[in-house]
């Protein structure tokens, strides 16, 4: 919590209140009232929040009501009726003159007495009472107790605040038992209609400033904020029976118990302890349960470090040994580099016991990039909900924890925010806990934030928050409740923030004094919230000094239990810690065969027929005149059997849809398409929001086909997809950027999910990003894609060719983390993308895609190319004159991408056809290497050239070169080493396959340290298949039951030093741009310049 008492001078000052109702201020009560308020203002210290206490949406609420009377006296409470009527109010000059009212005055019935007109002051009095009570509502969390150290109390000692405020609303102590008719906008009188002042203030200020401080009062529905109201000041909201006290004593013991054995076992170790905020643990139980109550079925968490692992412990249940195990250091069992242990997500099926009802919990596993999950997360959540037709959120939530300091300062927080409520990104409302202990790393919140609250980012969508102090705990377990029923009712998100402390370090090995000395001292000296709450129970009753003691005593034993368990383990298994199992998918799949992606003509025409066909009635459904031409330009097609790349791509969508697939394209203006090619959504022109999507009707039982405009955001939107994407692997994911360019504002995502994933977390995603990319004279952005990025981060070795064999393409494929890919044909598009689903397993596609070959009369294909026989062509060789005498080129260009056609076309216009040939690599990554050398010894006595638009440190160059050469040379075969080998384990990467331990664990950890200091000939390696020793032995090694999980980069083998390449002379040389800092030139001559000198330089002989 972030306190500046700037707030109190600017309360005051004559600006803060030159809002005020008029009536305030001639009220005589009203200047009290200004002063009284400023006191509460010390939460806030920017100059709109620095109004008064009943400032703001005070005055603004008199105005509503003076017009809401004018229109309809009776619509207002009586006592509103009473003080228009008798003129006491004076309009603002825009406001309209008083009209005669109806209602004769009698009407007002004041304490139960039929009485004639109440005298003026009963009136300001009841006025100021309504006015007070509107003042908690809005600004009592200002003044709330939130903070257990009591750093940053409010100004106001005791109770004070209670007497300032009546004091300045002129009424003194004989008025206290004055009673007052409370408004409806109120609940704290329970089955009262009216209660004594005192009673009133007391009630007020134990609703909205002790430990919960509510903000809600900027709902723009009154239906919600009257249901918070109710929530909160309804008597006795607060009151706990024993066995609930007994059962949120018994989890803070639990949470408590945990950090404190981890402390004592593993002391030196990092594990971002949870202390100083331990209720979060029981907080997130309560949650579970009362939603779960509900009706959830389904839980999908994301989290950041802190309390991780005792969230996984105690809220999941993932048995204590397997999280002790991450602990040991231990060889990993199976393949995948792995994640540090507070990054590790699950998937837990279990029974709650306190509700008697199965559920499921995953916490998704996350980088230390805090707050990239979030949209991860939520992506995840609303595939659920689909798949399960949840089409309200009733059976499947997100619930996301963040830290205090992360939560305001990552910018994806607000985009992820921004998804919360549109139609196709929407969760049914998520619930977030923010574990404040008011302080980032070392940072303290008055240099980490400008808002006054860490939450504040939630306003924005209008989610209530709840403050609570977290040294609370039934204050605490009252806001989950809630915040739970919230959602089951509203479906919308809110925030509970969680007021704490972290008693340690950033984490265990951190010394905090050095940053937060006071602090710190203080925290030393404050008892855990266990203790305290211990502590309440004993003196109240509820438990004994021993039930506690024993209480924690059994949980210390489970623990020493699971740590003896834990011991007995040799490995950790990463396939432990999946997040998201896809039952079913791999079993019984040959790992190595991709299913034929080719499909029947008439299943082409038939998409093709409806893709280019207006809506069935459209006699009534009027589309615009241009899209007319479009389908009819479509159905021509489709007559002369070719596709154009939107004919592509609509083939490769309905063709899945037919055979069951979701596809799920998603972006910013995804439906038209950015270059207007696309048009998978008709619009209606004379009726609203009337569309006509005609993937969505190809075939009866066709699977459903989403496409949705999301919201301007990169970050969130691609994660959501990529979350999307874990659930279900028989869905077809898509996400495209605007520009290519613009997908490094989700770099993120990218270099921390996308493609790390399965080798951090075992997890796959057929995650499809199309970027359009592409040197078209536009100037340095709407040009890159940045492929060398990607490139960069293909994890196939440069200087390493696989052994040849038929199940090359696959094996690579199946060995790398994902696929870049460039294709200049519709045909090939289609293929690639239905290649997807096609393999046994998932990766993530990163395609460059087309601007101006969307409408390039070349790019197009016969039907012949997606018809059943045809395949993905990796590369596309040249098939004209120059392919068919090959032995006399004296130039190959390779190339990818658009540029191949500019490339034949400076060849034709200078008559090299058949001197020159021009081959396209299509997947540029994993690298063709066996197709390319095939080539290079077709044209063997060409000169081989790689022609790119990019500039020469950009584009595919650096990232081709080095594999050309491999692929030229083709020598080194890892059974030429003369060194001796090592290899890593064999393995099955099948996400739930499960795989052979070895003991040989030294070696097989470390291959390059053994292989730099061994001094044997020989050396032993292990296999999946058995052990073999000295040369390696390739037939057992590519045994297909046992699928080489390196295939594309055998541990050891490609970086072992002395390893020899026989060189063979041939090379390949560069044609392009020379390196450049910007992706493209802004100026369109000298772009035209650099293209015709690098088409004249890469078509010369
Ligand atoms: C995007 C990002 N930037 C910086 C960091 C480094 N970092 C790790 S924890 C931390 C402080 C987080 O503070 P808060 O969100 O309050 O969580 P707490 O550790 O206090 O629970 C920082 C800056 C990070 N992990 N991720
Ligand atoms: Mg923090």
Redesign the pocket.
């Known amino acids: 919590m972030h306190r500046a008492h700037t707030a109190f001078s600017l309360a005051l000052s004559p600006m803060a209140h030159k809002n005020f109702a008029t009536w305030l201020l001639n009220s005589s009560s009203s200047q009290k009232l200004i002063k009284a308020s400023a006191a509460s203002a010390v939460r806030t210290y920017n100059s709109a929040a620095a109004e008064p206490f009943a400032n703001g949406s005070t005055a603004s609420y008199v105005e509503e009501m003076y017009n809401a009377w004018l229109r309809d006296p009776s619509s207002v409470h009586t006592s509103w009726d009473a003080y228009f009527r008798s003129n006491s109010y004076v309009s603002p000059p825009n406001l309209a003159p008083v009209q005669a009212n109806t209602l004769p005055l009698t009407a007002f019935n004041f304490g139960g007495a039929v009485s004639a007109a109440p005298d003026s002051k009963t009136i300001d009095d009841h006025l100021a009472v309504q006015a007070i009570i509107r003042s908690y509502q809005i600004r009592g969390h200002n003044i709330a107790h939130l903070d257990p150290l009591e750093i940053n109390t409010p100004d106001l000692p005791g109770n004070s605040s209670t007497k300032t405020i009546y004091a300045n609303f002129s009424f003194g102590e004989q008025d206290m038992e004055r009673q007052f008719k409370l408004p409806s906008t109120t609940f704290i009188g329970g089955d009262e209609a009216s209660l004594p002042l005192k009673e009133i203030l007391n009630r007020l200020e134990n609703v909205y400033c002790n430990k919960i401080g509510v903000e809600f009062m900027f709902i723009n529905s009154l239906e919600q904020c009257n249901w918070i109201r109710k929530r909160f000041e309804t008597p006795g909201v607060l009151s706990f029976s024993p066995e609930e006290k007994r059962l949120i004593l018994a989890r803070l013991t639990r949470a408590t118990g945990f950090e404190a054995f981890l402390a004592k076992k593993y002391s030196s170790e990092k594990r971002?302890g949870l202390e100083g905020?331990e209720i979060m643990i029981p907080a997130l139980k309560e949650i579970i349960d009362v939603s779960t109550e509900l009706g959830v079925e389904s839980v999908i968490m994301g989290m950041?470090?802190?309390?991780r692992l005792n969230t996984l412990a105690n809220v999941c249940r993932k048995p204590l040994n397997q999280i002790f195990t991450q602990f040991a250091g231990l060889e990993a069992a199976d393949d995948g580099s792995g994640d540090v242990k507070y990054h590790l997500g699950t998937y837990i099926e279990r029974l709650n016991r306190v509700t008697n009802k199965n559920i499921r919990l995953a916490v998704v596993a996350n980088p230390?990039?805090?707050?990239?999950v979030d949209p991860v997360v939520q992506g995840k959540t609303r595939a659920e909900q689909f798949y399960r037709g949840d089409q309200e959120g009733k059976k499947v939530m997100s619930i996301l924890i963040?830290?205090?300091?992360?939560?305001c300062?990552?910018g994806v927080v607000y985009e992820t925010m921004h998804l919360s409520d549109l139609p196709d990104y929407t969760t049914h409302g998520t619930i977030h806990v923010v574990?404040?202990?008011q302080?980032?790393?070392t940072?303290d919140p008055r240099f980490?934030r400008s808002s006054p609250y860490?939450t504040d980012v939630a306003r924005v969508v209008n989610a209530p928050i709840f403050h609570v102090n977290a040294d609370d705990p039934e204050a605490v377990m009252h806001v989950c409740k809630v915040a739970a029923e919230w959602r089951a009712t509203f479906h919308k998100d809110c925030v509970i923030d969680l007021v704490g402390y972290?008693r340690n370090g950033?984490n265990e090995i951190d010394e905090p004094m050095f940053t937060q000395p006071l602090m710190y001292q203080k925290i030393r000296k404050h008892k855990n919230c266990l203790d305290l709450y211990a502590d309440k129970l004993i003196a109240e009753g509820t438990v004994t000094a021993e039930e506690v003691k024993s209480v924690a005593a059994k949980y210390e034993n489970i623990c020493e239990e699971a740590f003896a368990l834990a011991k007995t383990e040799t490995h950790v298994k990463y396939k432990d810690w999946l997040d998201s199992p896809w039952s079913g998918f791999f079993e019984g799949k040959d790992p190595l065969k991709v299913a034929p992606t080719g499909v029947k003509e008439e299943t082409l025409i038939h998409i093709g027929n409806r893709f280019s066909s207006p809506p069935p009635n459209a006699a009534e459904f009027v589309i615009h005149k241009g899209l007319m031409r479009v389908l009819a330009a479509r159905k021509a097609m489709v007559d002369e059997k070719v596709a154009d790349w939107a004919l592509g791509e609509a083939m490769a969508f309905g063709s899945l849809l037919k055979e069951g697939i979701h596809v799920r394209l998603s972006g910013q203006d995804v439906e038209r398409g950015t270059f207007s090619h696309r048009h998978h959504v008709l619009h209606h022109q004379l009726v609203d929001k009337a569309t006509y999507n005609s993937l969505q009707h190809m075939y009866p039982d066709q699977a459903p086909y989403s496409v949705s405009n999301s919201s301007l955001s990169e970050y969130a939107v691609l994660g959501f997809e990529h979350g999307y994407s874990m659930t279900n692997p028989n869905a077809l994911v898509l996400w495209e950027a605007q520009f290519g360019d613009f997908c490094n504002t989700a770099q993120?995502i990218i270099d921390q999910f996308i493609s790390s994933g399965q080798s951090k977390w075992v997890r796959q995603s057929g995650l499809v990003m199309l970027l359009p990319h592409g040197m078209e004279g536009m100037g340095p952005e709407h040009s890159s894609c940045r492929v060398e990025r990607f490139l960069q981060m293909s994890s196939d070795d440069p200087d390493y060719f696989p052994p040849e064999s038929d199940e090359f393409a696959i094996r690579q494929l199946h060995d790398i983390n994902w696929i870049v890919a460039n294709c200049t044909t519709p045909a090939n598009l289609f293929h690639i993308l239905r290649r997807q689903i096609a393999l046994p397993f998932r990766k993530p596609l990163i395609l460059c895609t087309p601007k101006s070959l969307l409408r390039h009369p070349e790019a197009k294909s016969p039907f012949s190319d997606m018809s059943e026989g045809s395949e993905f062509q990796r590369i596309i060789p040249d098939r004209g004159p120059a392919g068919d005498n090959a032995s006399n080129v004296k130039k190959v260009v390779f190339c990818t991408g658009r540029v191949y056609y500019d490339l034949t076309k400076t060849r034709a216009e200078k008559q090299l056809e058949k001197d020159i040939a021009i081959v396209r690599v299509e997947q540029v990554s994993p690298f063709p290497f066996d197709l390319i050398k095939e080539q290079a010894n077709l044209y063997k006595n060409a000169e081989l050239v790689w022609a790119q638009e990019e500039h020469k440190n950009q584009g595919c160059w650096t990232y081709v070169q080095p594999r050309f050469l491999t692929a030229l040379n083709h020598s080194r075969d890892i059974s030429q080493s003369d060194e001796q080998s090592t290899f890593s384990n064999t393995t099955n990467t099948n996400q739930e396959s499960d795989t052979d331990s070895d003991s040989n664990s030294d070696k097989k950890s470390k291959p390059w340290l053994s292989r730099m200091f061994a001094s044997d000939k020989t050396d032993t390696v292990t296999t999946g298949s058995g052990t073999v020793t000295g040369e390696f032995n390739a037939a057992k090694h590519f045994d297909l039951k046992n699928v080489r999980h390196d295939f594309n980069r055998p541990a050891g083998i490609a970086a072992a030093p002395g390893v020899r390449i026989a060189k063979t002379g041939r090379k390949i040389s560069y044609a392009g741009r020379a390196c450049g800092a910007s992706t493209a030139t802004g100026s369109k001559a000298q772009h035209i310049r650099e293209l015709n000198a690098l088409l004249n330089d890469a078509i010369s002989t």
């Not at 230390?368 to 990239?372: D, N, Q, R």
């Not at 963040?402 to 939560?407: I, M, Q, R, S």
Request: aromatic share 10%; glycine share 12%; proline share 3%.
């Open positions: 971002f905020c950041p470090h802190r309390g230390s990039h805090l707050e990239a963040h830290g205090d300091a992360a939560f300062g990552q574990a404040n202990n302080i980032g790393f940072t980490s860490c972290r950033h993120a």
